[in-house]
């Protein structure tokens, strides 16, 4: 299969050459299921934490493109906050996404999305609230969960 | 300016003074009426006709149909005016439309503006005609997309972004048959934002995808004109041109008819739902959604907690209660806060305590809401259960329609009184149905009777009939001008209804007891 090279070949360049402050390993062979283990920025609110990734390659790959969950509990405007843990941005989505991309480079999407969250952009409209009126607030929570969730 | 008139008598029904806003010139100058004679002289024809039928009423918007190939002439006549304006071949002119969405004006301006902004945007740098585009022989290199080295074909965009051609070939059947996308299909490399053309797709695509990609590019022209919308009626193919904006729509609920026989809402393309705005539509249609499923058996088993509102259901004897949800312990019995009542366990004594009085008002302006609800709610649900069996009838009446011409010797023409019955019934019912939604948002003022006079001689009018029809068989032949008689009266209270309301909406007479989104 055409796919299994490509993904093949990127799951070598993670080993030799993972991005910044990720860990990256696949579950029983199943190059289709990635598990990432992401430490939060230095440059972020997460400092310290350890967030576990699950990133799901559709069968279309790299036609379309990945899904990405948090495993790990986080609080940030652009992460489902329900037991998805759903992130969708930029070049996650069908549109925007192309065939070229890869998931490190998601990875590093993912990293400054942390670094700088995207409130006008986000799924939890609450959340992005409070990161753009109570920034205080916003960044007591989200440092309440890393000791809470991600530690 | 000509165009303007022609939008303006389009939806002569609605208001023109509505036509205020800058925003709406744009579309107004793309009417596609005004550019083909072919449908101008239709629209003449039109008129005449119009002159001999009665008057047109509030209630009533105009509108066209179209076919498939009619939008398909729709489309090149554009292609070719603009083509011949911009001096760009019918290829790059249609991508340029599609780009601009179909908006000529706008296109054209901002075309002469600046040339090189406007192709370079719609992904045709300046020498894409200058050579045609071609896959490349076999060759050794690296494909980005599927990491491998070839040697395979390859095809490339003007702006160098090369990939083998297995792999771009995949990259468009996943944009078309699994996004729907075509007209504005980006090259495939990183970042990249130019559009792929046309000539460049038919090279590419597949076989097995042309006839796809071309449906597809039909539809992304219906779906970027505002004034243009699908019939929704499954595996119909006609599209409907009104003239209704989308901020019009708290003024008029704009009503068309498919050449299919499909009535539906031109503002939201629900099935028709006169007299009710589509915006009371949505939230009566989500509120039922939320509601009605438990709202009966709520009523009648359960109490909400008179502190956090969650509802509560009561099961077995003890009228002591505790709130799932927040813990509170109150009696069932007086809704009164239960520590109030010391030990007297069995026998509720503090109907008078003030918590309880408090509680229980609380919960008899809930219960009202819900009962004022449910009133309505229970005369929506019954007009479209029985519009749903409506459609039985309608089969049921064509029995009957063949029976009757056995037994009274009557002509198929002669029992065509009881299609015309059958099918004023299910229209009327449709529209009292959705009265009642209508009437649920409804303020009262002076004018609420009035509607609620028209709804009740439509109701009694619609229950005549009704019975009417569920006669047998060997009664029908007899009953003939009675039931013609029947049949005239409930078209006519429902276009009185219809009228009415509809032109108290335009005036702002109603008021609601919801703000109008
Ligand atoms: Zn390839
Ligand atoms: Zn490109
Ligand atoms: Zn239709
Ligand atoms: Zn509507
Ligand atoms: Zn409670
Ligand atoms: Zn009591």
């Given at each position: ?22 860990k ?11 598990d ?26 790299p ?70 009126n109570d ?5 007591k ?6 000791k809470?969730?991600?530690? | ?71 398909q ?31 000529k004006?706008?296109l054209?301006?901002?075309?002469m ?26 060759r ?11 040697p ?7 702006c ?91 003024k ?21 739902h ?17 509601d009605?499923?438990t ?6 088993n ?71 609800y ?30 009757l ?11 065509q ?26 303020a ?10 028209n709804?009740?001689?439509?109701e009694m ?14 009664q ?39 703000e109008?989104?």
């Open positions: 299969m055409a796919a299994n090279k490509r993904i093949m070949k990127e799951l070598g360049d993670v080993n030799t050459n993972p991005p910044p402050g990720c990256i390993t696949t579950k029983d062979e199943d190059i289709y299921n990635w990432v283990s992401m430490d939060g920025p230095d440059d972020s609110i997460y400092k310290g934490g350890k967030f576990t990734i699950a990133i799901v390659l559709p069968k279309e790959y036609f379309k493109p990945p899904t990405l969950s948090f495993r790990t509990k986080i609080y940030h405007p652009n992460v489902t906050n329900d037991d998805r843990g759903a992130m969708c941005l930029g070049m996650l989505r069908a549109e925007e996404w192309k065939p070229p991309n890869k998931i490190a480079d998601v990875l590093k999407l993912v990293r400054a999305v942390l670094s700088a969250p995207q409130p006008d952009d986000a799924v939890e409209a609450g959340i992005a609230d409070q990161f753009k920034r205080k607030g916003f960044d929570t989200a440092q309440d969960w890393v809470k969730y991600a530690k | 300016m000509d165009s303007e008139d022609e939008v303006n008598s389009v939806v002569s029904s609605v208001d023109v003074g509505m036509d205020d806003d800058d925003s709406s010139v744009d579309f107004g100058a793309d009417s596609d009426v005004e550019i083909d004679d072919h449908y101008q002289d239709d629209a003449a024809f039109e008129t005449q006709e119009k002159d001999l039928m009665p008057k047109k009423k509030a209630f009533e918007v105009d509108y066209r149909v179209y076919s498939p190939e009619d939008i002439k729709q489309q090149d006549k554009q292609v070719a005016e603009v083509s011949t304006l911009l001096e760009q071949p019918h290829e790059i002119t249609a991508i340029l439309l599609r780009f601009g969405r179909w908006n004006e706008r054209i301006e901002k075309y503006d600046n040339q090189e902004e406007v192709l370079d945007k719609a992904g045709l740098g300046q020498d894409v005609y200058k050579s045609p585009p071609r896959i490349d022989p076999p050794i290199f690296t494909c980005d997309i599927c990491c491998e080295d070839g395979h074909e390859s095809f490339a965009l003007k160098g972004h090369r990939f083998c051609v297995t792999c771009y070939r995949q990259y468009l059947f996943q944009k078309i048959r699994g996004e729907g996308e075509a007209a504005r299909i980006k090259c495939p490399g990183d970042g990249c934002n130019r559009v792929i053309d046309t000539k460049s797709l038919d090279l590419l695509v597949t076989s097995d995808l042309t006839d796809r990609y071309h449906e597809l590019l039909m539809r992304t022209y219906v779906d970027d004109k505002e004034n243009l919308k699908w019939c929704p009626a499954p595996n119909c193919v006609y599209a409907v041109e009104c003239g209704v904006k989308k901020r019009d729509l708290n008029v609920v704009p009503t068309v008819q498919c050449d299919c026989h499909h009535s539906f809402c031109f503002g939201c393309t629900l099935a028709d006169q007299p009710c705005p589509c915006s009371l539509v949505r939230r009566w249609l989500k509120k039922c959604e939320d009605s499923e709202a009966n058996w709520i009523s009648a359960t109490k909400e907690c008179p502190r956090c509102h969650s509802t509560i259901e009561k099961n077995g004897g003890c009228n002591h209660m505790t709130c799932r949800k927040c813990r509170h312990e109150f009696c069932w019995m007086c809704m009164g806060v239960w520590s109030e009542h010391g030990t007297s366990w069995y026998n509720c004594n503090r109907y008078e305590e003030k918590s309880g009085l408090d509680a229980r008002d609380a919960q008899a302006r809930s219960r009202q809401s819900l009962e004022r449910l009133h309505y709610y229970n005369r929506y649900a019954n007009h479209e259960q029985s519009a749903r069996l409506d459609k039985d009838i309608y089969h049921k009446t064509e029995k009957k329609m063949t029976l011409q056995g037994a009274s010797g009557m002509s198929w023409i002669e029992v009184y009881l299609e015309e019955a059958s099918r004023s019934l299910q229209q009327c019912r449709q529209t009292l149905k959705w009265t009642y939604a209508f009437a649920y948002y409804l009262r003022n002076n004018m609420t009777e009035i509607f609620e006079d709804q009740k001689d439509l009018a619609v229950e005549n009939l009704s019975e009417m029809f569920e006669k047998p068989t060997d029908l032949a007899a009953l003939k001008v009675e039931m013609m008689d029947k049949t005239t009266y409930c078209n006519r209270r429902r276009v009185i209804l219809l009228d009415d309301t509809a032109k108290r909406l335009k005036d702002e007479q109603w008021e609601f007891n919801v109008l989104s």
